[in-house]
């Protein structure tokens, strides 16, 4: 009997060894460890081609891998301007798939796409340019080809297409074109990671698109205390061609033409700064520069950032001729921060 019952325990155990290796092998075989390397991944448009990415994701066999793109990001100037993941990954399987979604401000439309993408044929060229890349030093890369970072970057064109490249960031390889599906969407792709909108974002892709594509030609005036002189002045406009005064150029005010989302204004003395960030609400933005822009009047478009002979308090307006429009603050309250300024500030 205790005989039988050893022969049945003994038994058991050699199952469970049997399925244990295996496991082990089917793992080895699976893990593949000369087909893994280093890699990032980006998208970017067309020159011209205004877009906003949500989501652009190289995988391999569904597996997400690494960080995503920023949501955040308005794209149109080619190659200059490629939305890089926060990070690439390591020991990781080349992609075999991509999903991307996005929003055309030039076509006002948002397209969708999932496409297989020709894994043996990355990998052949991938191979090619570990080996030929100037990227790195050569005697480095021939010695480490899993740890040169080859990038993924999708192109978005017009019309829904989109081209992929594999690319050392000098020569860009095209391995496929892919052709995107007119979709409905709505502006809260583009939420952040708390689904947070707030007052200076537009409550939707038709308020959004004007913002970011409409243009309005204006000057910017200012106006402090006595003794206090502009000493910055910085525009992110909302299609996020940002612009800064540079300060040998304080007394020139040039001619504008985005939609500014806010305003960042510098003033003071050679002893003491002042400074506020003042925040436009959307859609009362947008609602004056068409209204003033309406106006059969020669005069320019002008937006008004006064402070008070007291210098506690800040009132923002956008004029032409007579008429004149007062833009509140986004938010409860407007800090006047101060600091004493540096040598070394530019």
Known sequence: M??????VINLILGIILIAVIIANVNTVINYRSS????????????QGNTVQVADCNFNFDKNSYGYAISR???????????????????NKFYPNQLYICWYSYTE???YEGNFDLPYNQINRIAEQLRKTTNAYDLTYARANPNKIDLNFIAEVRPKGEVAVYISDLQKYIEIGKYKAKSVQKTIEIFEDSNGAIGKTDPPNVAIKTALVMERYPYTIQTHFPANLKLRGLSVDPYNQNNWKL???????????????QSVGVT?????KEYYVEYYFQAEEILAAFRSLNALSNSSDIKLMFDVNEKNDKVLVSLQRGNKSIKLNYAYDELDISDRIPQKDDE
Do not use: C, M
């Open 2 to 7: 205790f005989k039988n019952r050893a022969h």
């Open 72 to 90: 955040t990001r308005i794209l149109n100037n080619g190659r200059e301007d490629i939305n890089f993941a926060e990070k690439g990954v390591e």
């Open 35 to 46: 087909d893994r390397f280093e890699w990032s991944h980006g998208v970017y448009t067309t």
């Open 246 to 260: 540079e300060k040998n150029k304080l007394n020139t005010f040039p001619q504008l033409i985005n939609i500014p």
């Open 108 to 110: 006002k439309k948002f």
């Open 267 to 271: 003033w003071g003395t050679d002893l």
